[in-house]
């Protein structure tokens, strides 16, 4: 492979890129649940998640029309599309803000996030075809255990109705991730999101009207921040890199890098919501930060 700078990047280096670029994804990521949750203080939960995608495809229907591109995808791939939009646009926003609404703390709710490496990975397997070392597979599991209990813990270890709405949010979000990586080796990243946000809004925009008119809204300074945090940034501008990034270091692999997202999300809540953690949050920082190294060492 060819660097900008005319030199031949090698097989280490282009897998590190795509790992800093999806890192720049899990950041903007990490910062959705206490988005969520300040977004919920003056809308409706339903209005949050399919309102922020249509903050989104605002975005991406701009972003298209710049770059002159068609602002459809081609007809061949609309089926992807249509997946993507209904894991990453539909069902990861509405399970998850649901199971905020019915209790689920910020830092519980993060268990999401600490199983959604590994589910990544077994869909790359199954749909994308990457076939990753043993060792990849043993960090996996021992970064995806480590953050369960750490969250778990946490929360209690309680399971509750949230707890599934949770895990439907986590399937949703793997097959979307698999799916958007998949199409980010040929298409570049902005435009696999951006279409993904189209081909779903005739359900969408509809959907955000109706709420809207027939939800009660309180917004003030938090609540429209929040809503625009989860639009503008969790639904699109972080899918950039983090396609991107999978794109180029393989999607198993990169898709690790989310087993930091929980620790982020948790700073976030504590600085922002108030909510607190113990000593704990070290010794799982540092069990998380080995299993990325490893798992960033198993190349495919």
Not at 140 to 150: E, K, Q, Y
Not at 239 to 247: D, H, R, V
Request: glycine share 12%; proline share 6%; with cysteine.
């Amino acid at each position: 492979m060819i660097s900008p700078g005319g030199r031949t990047a090698s097989p280490a280096g282009t897998a590190w890129r795509g790992t800093l670029l999806a890192g720049l994804g899990v950041l903007s990521f990490s910062g959705s649940f206490p988005a969520t949750v300040f977004a919920m203080e003056g809308f409706d939960p339903y209005l949050v998640a399919f309102g922020r995608a249509v903050i989104a495809v605002v975005a991406a229907v701009a972003f298209l029309l710049v770059a002159r591109v068609p602002l459809l995808p081609p007809r061949s791939q609309l089926r992807s599309y249509l997946v993507i939009g209904a894991g990453v646009a539909l069902g990861f926003p509405v399970l998850s803000g649901v199971a905020l609404d019915a209790g689920a703390s910020t830092s519980h709710s993060a268990v999401v996030i600490g199983l959604l490496p590994a589910a990544t990975a077994a869909c790359a397997v199954l749909r994308a075809g990457e076939r990753p070392r043993p060792l990849f597979w043993v960090a996996c599991g021992l970064g995806a255990a480590s953050i369960t209990i750490f969250t778990l813990g946490m929360g209690g270890g309680h399971v509750t109705g949230a707890d599934l709405l949770l895990v439907g949010a986590l399937l949703s979000a793997a097959v979307g991730y698999t799916e958007g990586g998949r199409l980010a080796r040929e298409t570049p990243g902005w435009r696999v999101i951006s279409y993904a946000l189209v081909v779903v809004a005739p359900l969408t925009v509809p959907a955000t009207a109706v709420l809207a008119l027939t939800t009660d809204a309180r917004p003030g300074v938090a609540s429209l921040a929040g809503f625009a945090y989860a639009g503008l940034i969790s639904m699109f501008l972080g899918f950039i890199p983090w396609y991107a990034g999978m794109a180029i270091g393989g999607i198993a692999r990169t898709g690790q890098t989310q087993l930091v997202q929980p620790l982020l999300t948790l700073v976030w809540a504590w600085l922002l919501l108030g909510e607190r953690f113990g000593p704990a949050t070290i010794v799982a920082a540092l069990a998380v930060l080995v299993c990325v190294t490893l798992t960033q060492r198993a190349r495919s």
